[in-house]
T-cell receptor, first 111, second 115 residues
Framework: QQQVKQSPQSLIVQKGGISIINCAYE??????FPWYQQFPGKGPALLIA?????SEKKEGRFTISFNKSAKQFSLHIMDSQPGDSATYFCAATDSWGKLQFGAGTQVVVTP | DAGITQSPRYKITETGRQVTLMCHQTWSHSYMFWYRQDLGHGLRLIYY???????DKGEVPDGYVVSRSKTENFPLTLESATRSQTSVYFC??????????????FGPGTRLLVL
């Protein structure tokens, strides 16, 4: 059973549009919520991360929104570019630093 | 170049054979991890290690063995490969402490096909 549920499985967005990926978790012991970006043939790489005491974090065109009471968090990609086409994974980390990943979302940005 | 490397990058083997996937990191990170990536499952933790000679099971350890005699190396062995172990395997590492202690750094992966 997946401890972090991610949706949608895939999405297609036009260049300049907004991509939104949602994740939900159950374990309240999770204390760090990173997003990883993965290009074909490559390993995942950290994109942006948030702690549960913060409701929003923005880095460039990427924003995480975090709702602790609902146990949900989401990634927004503003002004999506073709170079953003990748698979995105949400994750949650427990006190041991072990990552629980969501199933991933394949994002395709059309020109 | 410093970083985390995996070998081989591609491997084809047959059912029942023993296969060892290698992982090497040059950062002297304390923690190392092995994941498998399958469509629809994301990445699932197989084994992890907190330091040399300290290893523990993750979510899907059955059929796999690890060892860590040196900090920089963390090999993963499939003792008797099965078709269900066809997957992409990623090694990762992270430091014990410091501002980036939660960030895991991933290798490029090994694509394994078991016939």
């Amino acid at each position: 059973q997946q401890q972090v549920k991610q949706s949608p499985q895939s999405l297609i967005v036009q260049k300049g549009g907004i991509s939104i990926i949602n994740c939900a978790y159950e374990n309240t012991a999770f204390d760090y919520f990173p997003w990883y970006q993965q290009f074909p043939g490559k390993g995942p790489a950290l994109l942006i991360a948030i702690r549960p005491d913060v409701s929003e974090k923005k880095e460039g065109r990427f924003t995480i929104s975090f709702n602790k009471s609902a146990k949900q968090f989401s990634l927004h990609i503003m002004d999506s570019q073709p170079g953003d086409s990748a698979t995105y994974f949400c994750a949650a980390t427990d006190s041991w630093g072990k990552l629980q990943f969501g199933a991933g979302t394949q994002v395709v940005v059309t020109p | 170049d410093a970083g985390i490397t995996q070998s081989p990058r591609y491997k084809i083997t047959e059912t029942g054979r023993q296969v060892t996937l290698m992982c090497h990191q040059t950062w002297s990170h304390s923690y190392m991890f092995w994941y498998r990536q399958d469509l629809g499952h994301g990445l699932r933790l197989i084994y992890y290690s907190a330091a040399a000679d300290i290893t523990d099971k993750g979510e899907v350890p059955d059929g796999y063995v690890v060892s860590r005699s040196k900090t920089e190396n963390f090999p993963l062995t499939l003792e008797s490969a099965t078709r269900s172990q066809t997957s992409v395997y990623f090694c990762a590492s992270r430091p014990l402490a410091g501002g980036q202690r939660e960030t895991q750094y991933f290798g490029p992966g090994t694509r394994l096909l078991v016939l």
